[in-house]
C-alpha cells in the first residue's frame, strides 16, 4: 500500500452513526532488532483503551486518565491523542464536532512497547468509527505520526503503523510514505519484559550513532533482508539469526539492565532471537511455542527481581487485527 502523506484526501462522510465508542488498541515492538525505524508489529497485549463521546460543544476535552501515576497532560493541546484526533478532524473539515475523551492506559509509559502509539491509534480509529468513516485505516497513518513526533520529537511509523494496522509492517520508505504488512509464521510466540527503569525514547535517539561505515550497513541490510525473506517463507531459523543489530543495540543495551545476560539466559532456554523492544528498556524473544515464552519471561522476571529491578511479563502471539472495538 502506498500512501503519501501529501495525498491523503478527506474521506466521503460523515453522518454520525454512535454517540459513543469504547476502543483498544495494542502495544507493538518495533525495530524488531535489525530494522531500525522500518519494521514493527503488533502483540496482543498490552494495550491501551480510549472511551470516546459526543458533546454538544465544539471541541474536544479529556476528562480522565487512567493508569498513567498522573504523568499525561489532560489539556488537550498538550496530549498526543487530542492532537492526532484534532489534526484528523481538521483535514475532513469537521473541527464543529464536540468530543471527550478518557484515556486508560494499560501498559507501562516510556518501556518501548510503542505506549503512545497505542493510546493514539485508540483515539484515532475511536473517531473514525465514531463518525462512520468506513476508509482504510491506513489514512490514519499520518495523524498517528503527528502524535510520536510530539510525544519524542520523531515522527517514526514502525510503533504507530503496526498498532493501526495489525500484523508485521515494514515502512519501506518515509517520503513517501509507504508502507508494506508482511506475512508471518503463524507458531511464532513473543515473550517481552518490561524491566522497570526509565528509558525515554527522545533521549534513547539522542545517544544513537548518526554515521555508519560501509561494512555496518552491509551486515545490517544483510540481515535485514534475511528477516523479510524468512518471514515470508515461514522459516523460523533464518528469522532467528536475522535478528542481529550492529548499529543500535550495542548503544542502547547499555540503558537496560543485565541485557546480555538476559540474552544469554533466553537464548539458553530456547528462544529463536532476543532483543531490544523498540527504544527499550522492554526486551523480547521470539519462540516456536507458548510454554517456551512463558518460561523465559519468568525466568527473566526472576532474573530481574534477584538484581532488585521490577518488571512486567507478557506473552503473546502476533496481533493481526490491529485496533477494535469493545
Ligand atoms: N524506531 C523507534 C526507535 C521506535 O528505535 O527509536 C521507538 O519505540
Not at 465508542?21 to 532488532?33: L, R, S
Not at 476535552?61 to 493541546?77: E, M, N, V
Request: negative net charge.
Amino acid at each position: 500500500m502506498e500512501n503519501n502523506l501529501e495525498e491523503v484526501k478527506a474521506p466521503t462522510i460523515l453522518k454520525s452513526t454512535r454517540e459513543s465508542v469504547h476502543v483498544f488498541a495494542p502495544a507493538t515492538v518495533a525495530n524488531v532488532v535489525c530494522g531500525f525505524d522500518v519494521l514493527g508489529f503488533a502483540v496482543n497485549e498490552p494495550g491501551d483503551e480510549v472511551i470516546m463521546r459526543q458533546t454538544n460543544k465544539p471541541g474536544i476535552t479529556i476528562s480522565k486518565i487512567t493508569g498513567d501515576d498522573g504523568r499525561l497532560p489532560l489539556d488537550p493541546a498538550k496530549n498526543t491523542v487530542s492532537v492526532s484526533v484534532q489534526h484528523y478532524l481538521q483535514s475532513i473539515g469537521r473541527t464543529d464536532v464536540g468530543l471527550d475523551i478518557e484515556l486508560h492506559k494499560k501498559m507501562p509509559i516510556g518501556s518501548g512497547l510503542g505506549s503512545s502509539s497505542a493510546s493514539t491509534v485508540a483515539g484515532l480509529y475511536a473517531i473514525k468509527t465514531l463518525l462512520g468513516d468506513d476508509s482504510d485505516p491506513a489514512k490514519l497513518l499520518p495523524f498517528a505520526m503527528k502524535g510520536e513526533e510530539m510525544a519524542c520529537g520523531h515522527g517514526h511509523a514502525d510503533n504507530v503503523a503496526p498498532a493501526l494496522l495489525g500484523g508485521f509492517v515494514l515502512i519501506r520508505s518515509y517520503d513517501p510514505l509507504d508502507v508494506i504488512r508482511l506475512p508471518h509464521p503463524a507458531g511464532l510466540y513473543c515473550a517481552i519484559v518490561f524491566p522497570d527503569v526509565d528509558v525515554p525514547t527522545r533521549e534513547a535517539r539522542q545517544i544513537i550513532r548518526q554515521k555508519i561505515n560501509m561494512k555496518d550497513a552491509v551486515t545490517q541490510w544483510g540481515n535485514i533482508a534475511g528477516l523479510v525473506s524468512g518471514l515470508f517463507m515461514q522459516d523460523i531459523d533464518l528469522i532467528g539469526r536475522s535478528m542481529k543489530d550492529i548499529l543500535v543495540e550495542p548503544v542502547r543495551s547499555m540503558l537496560i539492565p543485565d541485557f546480555y545476560k538476559m540474552r544469554e539466559i533466553a537464548m539458553g532456554m530456547g528462544a529463536v532471537s532476543f532483543g531490544i523492544s523498540g527504544s527499550g528498556p522492554s526486551v523480547f524473544a521470539f519462540t516456536k511455542d507458548e510454554e517456551t515464552a512463558k518460561r523465559i519471561t519468568q525466568k527473566l522476571q526472576q532474573h530481574l527481581t534477584g538484581i532488585k529491578i521490577g518488571s512486567n511479563i507478557y506473552v503473546s502471539t502476533i496481533n493481526d487485527a490491529g485496533p477494535r472495538v469493545i
